[in-house]
């Protein structure tokens, strides 16, 4: 399946089906960020339900801190 995962193509396996899949695929660290489906905040909640589609288009945002 094709997505879109800031800003770049990415193709993933038939396994990778929602955003927590993603998240562990793609080594992400689960703590600091949000996550955008579509222009669209996913809740951390709903990471483990939200289903990723074809063409999904995900946007990750890692907090940082200083100023």
Do not use: H
């Amino acid at each position: 399946m094709k997505i879109t995962l800031n800003n770049e193509p990415v193709i993933v396996d038939e396994s990778c089906q929602t955003l927590n899949d993603l998240l562990e695929l793609r080594n992400i660290p689960k703590n600091g960020v949000a996550i955008a489906v579509n222009n669209k905040l996913i809740a951390r909640t709903q990471w483990t339900s939200k289903i990723l589609k074809p063409e999904d288009d995900v946007v990750v945002i890692t907090a940082t801190f200083g100023g």
